[in-house]
């Protein structure tokens, strides 16, 4: 027994240090050249840019119906693929339905959002959305694969293409068309590659989907999009509403400042804290599956992302300004304050992110639900009562710290360490 336990230990650290060495690189990529980006692209290229990515991420939530963490579930690998085609036929048909809606009412979309750059861009949004729900499908049936090597592979190749894009389309005089156009061939190639592998290693993925067992399969995950659609909408809303209200209650300026520090303290979490919870879900939802609960492989992540982010985090609430100005310049030290505000944020968030994945593997979606709503009013209640930017990012730090926070505490219930019963009531089959 023990021998079994040391074997798991084992391959869990291998993975994460696989996925760990892949993240690392595809994010000291962008971490690498973002000073060399701000001098190439003004604050207004990086707006646009932010704009769209904030209505690529919001849409997307509802592209795949949110089938896609469901792919890890079921034991049969038949059940898998078929739940992996259910979310590549809603991503087809929602990307299908909001081109007509662009094509349409392109105009009146434009107007909404109050920058007429965004017109042209518009029409390219529906095809972002569906390379977006493809590969993170894609991705789901990788990790159930232990495909870790290919998933690392895979981040490498589309944050390379990417950063080569910036800059080669930023240093031929396009700088406003580079950010955006970089982020799209980055995710056509790195979905072009995954399917070319996946194919590769079952050509008939797709055959012998009945289509009774595709409706049985959309009947019973369907707590998926019913409920993680509108806390995924939630949590999308309590993050991209931020640098909406930071354009509109202050000014383009101070927006910049705060994408900038998001962009950079998003870095540490995608290298590690991404990497570990790619590997805890697939196990975490392997001993749910056989025992009901998941405490052993829950305790020894929460122990590990403990150890790792406290120095650090101590350490870069320290130099967080030095390390800003030295870096980007004087002119940055203010996302430099802003990052020093937010480094307790950073520290749960790092925590919790793996971890949080509990609430889908235990299918206790509604719980997220009620929370995700929780996290939105703070951010709103964060901008109404700041006075200054500053006083604002304070209120912010405090309302994700608070939620997350409450996240861990119903992600130890969902493992097994307490009653969870009271909390919920679950949902008929």
């Not at 027994?1 to 892949?22: D, R």
């Not at 050509?203 to 019973?220: A, P």
């Not at 052993?296 to 350490?315: D, G, H, N, R, W």
Request: with cysteine.
């Amino acid at each position: 027994m023990k021998q079994n336990k040391n074997k798991i230990k084992s391959e869990f650290t291998k993975n994460v240090l696989t996925l760990i060495t892949g993240t690392a690189i595809a994010q000291a990529i962008p971490l690498a050249i973002t000073p060399i980006l701000t001098r190439i692209y003004t604050p207004n290229d990086f707006g646009l840019f932010a704009l769209f990515i904030a209505i690529v991420t919001i849409l997307s939530v509802i592209a795949t119906g949110r089938y896609e963490f469901a792919i890890l579930l079921p034991k049969q690998d038949h059940d898998a693929k078929t739940i992996l085609a259910i979310s590549c036929i809603i991503t087809s048909l929602v990307s299908l339905f909001l081109f007509i809606l662009v094509f349409i009412f392109n105009d009146l979309f434009t107007n909404f959002l109050g920058n007429p750059e965004i017109s042209f861009w518009l029409y390219f949004i529906p095809f972002a959305i569906f390379l977006n729900g493809i590969y993170q499908s894609l991705i789901y049936w990788s990790n159930r694969k232990k495909q870790y090597r290919r998933l690392a592979n895979t981040r490498i190749l589309q944050s390379g293409i990417i950063a080569s894009t910036n800059l080669g389309v930023g240093m031929s005089g396009f700088s406003n068309m580079g950010l955006i156009f970089g982020q799209i061939i980055g995710q056509i190639v790195a979905t072009t590659y995954l399917i070319k592998k996946i194919v590769k290693e079952d050509n008939k993925i797709f055959t012998n989907i009945k289509k009774l067992h595709l409706f049985v399969l959309l009947r019973r995950y369907s707590k998926f999009p019913k409920v993680d659609i509108p806390a995924s909408l939630f949590n999308v809303s309590s993050h991209q509403i931020i640098h909406l209200f930071f354009n509109t209650i202050f000014n383009a300026t101070t927006a910049g400042y705060f994408y900038l520090t998001q962009r950079i303290l998003g870095i540490p979490v995608s290298i590690l804290s991404s990497a570990i919870l790619t590997v805890f879900q697939e196990q975490a939802a392997k001993d749910f599956k056989e025992f009901g609960h998941a405490k052993e492989i829950f305790l020894s992540t929460f122990k590990k992302l403990f150890i790792l982010i406290l120095i650090p985090s101590v350490a870069f609430y320290i130099y967080a300004i030095d390390l800003f100005i030295f870096v980007f310049g004087e002119e940055w030290k203010i996302a430099g304050v802003y990052a020093q505000i937010l480094t307790p944020m950073l520290f749960l968030q790092f925590i919790v992110g793996p971890l949080s994945i509990m609430l889908y593997i235990g299918e206790k979606q509604e719980v997220n639900l009620y929370m995700q709503a929780i996290l939105l009013t703070l951010v709103i209640i964060s901008f109404s009562l700041g006075v200054t930017a500053e006083n604002v990012v304070v209120y912010l730090s405090l309302s994700f710290s608070f939620f997350y926070l409450i996240q861990l505490f119903m992600a130890f219930k969902v493992a097994g360490f307490l009653n969870f019963q009271g909390l919920y009531h679950d949902y008929e089959e």
